[in-house]
């Protein structure tokens, strides 16, 4: 595995695990995933900035109907 990657997702499982804390029985993992992959790829700050928009807005993701 390529450095970057390990990297990469080593960011997703802690921003995973800030999420968790945070929003506590709110945390959705189905709409967690759906905020980061919405991105597509792109450089990690962005990542971040998305999963804090995801907490901050309480854990809703892209599509709140589906969730």
Sequence with gaps: MHFTMIGGELAIVRAREKAEKTL???FNIR???DAVLE???VPLPIVTARIDRFIA????GPYPDME
Aim: no cysteine; net charge positive.
């Design 31 to 33: 709409a967690f995933h």
């Design 57 to 60: 807005e309480g854990g809703k």
């Design 39 to 41: 991105l597509g790829s």
């Design 24 to 26: 506590g029985a709110k």
